[in-house]
């Protein structure tokens, strides 16, 4: 079965310190995948995605994510965090049996602390 | 220009009641999906649709019955409302034939409370 795991419930770190949030997946077949960010009372945003080609991926407001097929990761990055980047972060996987079926991970909340 | 909007924003009624939410993209997109999102946030598929054409309908009771009456809208219904209906209901769309795009547009999500 196709999945997707976010390990870590809550991830904190001080303003200005670099971010990491951890994906892992299991799909068959070559994954395409997703980070989304949820502000509070908002719908998904998406930040970036890999579909092929380089494994680093550079989105919005300066997010990048690394896939790492060996490791099956697609984890999430920021050289510097600001305070406004704390939100909701999902990891996601598009099935890749033709059914337009996106799994999501259960979501990492990040907390940068000013 | 809103790309994904849904109607209404928050919906607070009574076990038993029936209620429809309303889902519309302007991107010109030929997929849409339903997503539930419970008071975890843990974000589980519910329907899509195809160019009006269902293709995921996960394990949902089918007190819920979605309906596409074109590509740019997917309304949701659903029947004798129970508690654990209760949640955030969230529309997305995405263009997925070719171009390598894929990724999905969130609408704001109604926000259903079931007393």
């Known amino acids: 079965a196709q999945s997707v795991a976010q390990p870590e419930d809550q991830v904190n770190v001080a303003e200005g310190n670099p971010l990491t949030v951890k994906c892992t997946y299991s799909?068959?077949?070559?994954?395409?995948l997703f980070w989304y960010v949820q502000y509070p009372n908002r719908g998904l945003q998406f930040l970036l995605k890999?579909?092929?080609?380089?494994?680093l991926v550079k989105g919005s407001y300066g997010f990048e994510a690394e896939f790492n097929k060996s490791q099956t990761s697609f984890h999430l990055k920021k050289p510097s965090a600001l305070v406004s980047d704390s939100a909701l972060y999902f990891c996601a996987v598009r099935d890749t049996s033709g059914t337009y079926k996106y799994i999501f991970g259960t979501g990492t909340r990040l907390k940068v602390l000013a | 220009d809103t790309a994904v909007s849904q109607t209404p924003k928050y919906l607070v009624t009574q076990m038993g009641n029936d209620k429809s939410i309303k889902c519309e993209q302007n991107l010109g997109h030929d997929t849409m999906y339903w997503y539930k999102q419970d008071s975890k946030k843990f974000l589980k598929i519910m329907f899509s649709y195809n160019n009006k054409e269902l293709i995921i309908n996960e394990t949902v009771p089918n007190r819920f019955s979605p309906k596409s009456p074109d590509k740019a809208h997917l309304n949701l219904h659903i029947n004798s409302l129970e508690l654990g209906d209760s949640a955030v209901y969230f529309c997305?769309?995405?263009?997925?034939?070719?171009?390598?795009?894929?990724?999905?547009?969130f609408g704001p999500g109604t926000r259903l409370t079931v007393l």
């Open positions: 890999y579909i092929t080609g380089d494994n």
């Open positions: 997305a769309s995405s263009q997925e034939l070719s171009s390598g795009r894929n990724e999905q547009f």
């Open positions: 799909v068959s077949g070559n994954p395409y």
